[in-house]
Every structure is written in C-alpha cells, then in structure tokens.
C-alpha cells in the first residue's frame, strides 16, 4: 500500500540550532515528494518538491530536502532554526497519479 | 497557479443535518481532491472528483456519507450528510495542474454540536 511515515510527531529544538525532520514513503518505481508546512490556524504552504533530477531540493524559508531512493527517505533540513519556523510539517508522496498522500505530521517547536 | 475559493469558510452545525461545501477553481481543470483534517491530524483524501464522472472515493469513505457533484470543469460541491460531532473538521478542496503542483484552498472548517 501507498504510504508515508514521518517518524517524529514534535521536535523541540532551540533557536539558532539544526534541524531535521524525518520523512519515509513506501517504495514505487516513480515517485513525487513534497514538504508542506502549516503555521497555526492557516492553510498549507508548499515549502519544496521533488520531481526528478537533482537529489537536494532547496525550498522557502532556507529548508531543504535530500531524495534517497535506496532508502525511501525524504528528509527536511534547515542549518539554523528560527521562532517562527514553529509550524506543522507535512511530507506528502503522489505515485505517478494525480492525489496525495500525507504523512501523519510532524510538530516542530522552536525554544528561544 | 490556481486560485481556489470555498464557501463556507465556516459553519457550526447540529447533529444529523447536512452542509454542502462549495469549491470553486479560477481555471479549467480536469480533477479536483476533497481532504478531511481532523483536529490536530493529518489531511487524508475522501475522494477525487472527476468531471463527467463518478467520485472515486477512498477506503473508509462513502457516497452515501459524502456525496460529492463536479457539474463543470472549474467547480465542485461536496456535501457530508446526517452529521455527528465526529465529522467536526476542516474540509480542504484541492487541485493540481500540469506543474505538479498542488494548490489548496483555504479549507472549510465546520464544528457539529
């Protein structure tokens, strides 16, 4: 079945310091992946997507995002963190057809 | 792009009556998503919308339940019927166009007392 695990459900971390947010889909021969976030009672936003070429995606905002076909995995990372990239995170997949599917969500918190 | 409108952006309802959502998409296109979020979940996929077409409803999901009409290319209703508190949620219209991207709309949020 079509899948997508974000295995974290909050990441505290401290202004300032490195992120990463993790994202794993189930494997397909053709796959799309992308990042959205969502900022407390406002819709979702596209931060960055992965559609073929290049492995390192870069987004908004400074986050980027590693395709690793051998281990299914579509990480999110930003070098340094700020208090308002406080959001929800969403890894979402589509297998070659046109709907998406969204991992559970990941929360991060970012502490001054 | 695509810019998505839907009325209403919020509505409390009582139990056992039914709302009807509307989704409207400033192009043409050819399917369009309707997404449940439940409070503090994820998105999760009720249907796809096909112009011409059926609804192709995802498991857990039923005509019956969430009747959905797509009568043109830029325009989409979907209704959730006899309500219980359980389908308090946010209800999302999406679409995507040639550029893979998916455009959201700004989400119904509906609360059933």
């Known amino acids: 079945a079509q899948s997508v695990t974000q295995l974290d459900s909050q990441v505290p971390v401290f202004e300032e310091a490195p992120v990463e947010l993790r994202c794993n889909y189930s494997?397909?021969?053709?796959?799309?992946l992308f990042w959205y976030v969502q900022y407390p009672n406002q819709g979702l936003q596209l931060l960055l997507k992965?559609?073929?070429?290049?492995?390192l995606v870069k987004g908004i905002n400074g986050f980027e995002a590693e395709f690793n076909k051998s281990q299914t995995s579509f990480h999110l990372r930003k070098p340094s963190v700020h208090i308002s990239d406080t959001a929800e995170y969403f890894c979402a997949v589509s297998y070659n057809t046109d709907k998406l599917i969204f991992g559970t969500g990941t929360r991060l918190q970012v502490f001054p | 792009s695509a810019v998505i409108s839907q009325k209403p952006s919020r509505d409390i309802c009582q139990r056992g009556t039914s709302l009807t959502i509307q989704c409207q998409v400033d192009s043409q296109v050819t399917m369009m998503f309707w997404y449940r979020q439940q409070p503090g979940q994820s998105l999760t996929l009720i249907a796809t919308a096909n112009q011409g077409s059926e609804a192709t409803y995802e498991s857990g999901f039923v005509i019956d339940k969430f009747p959905i009409s797509r009568p043109n290319l830029t325009f989409s209703t979907l209704t959730v019927s006899n309500m219980s508190p359980e389908d308090s949620s946010i209800y999302l219209c999406?679409?995507?166009?040639?550029?893979?991207?998916?455009?959201f709309g700004p989400g119904t949020r509906l609360t059933v007392l």
């Open positions: 999406t679409t995507r166009l040639q550029t893979d991207t998916q455009y």
């Open positions: 992965y559609l073929s070429g290049s492995t």
């Open positions: 494997s397909s021969v053709s796959v799309y």
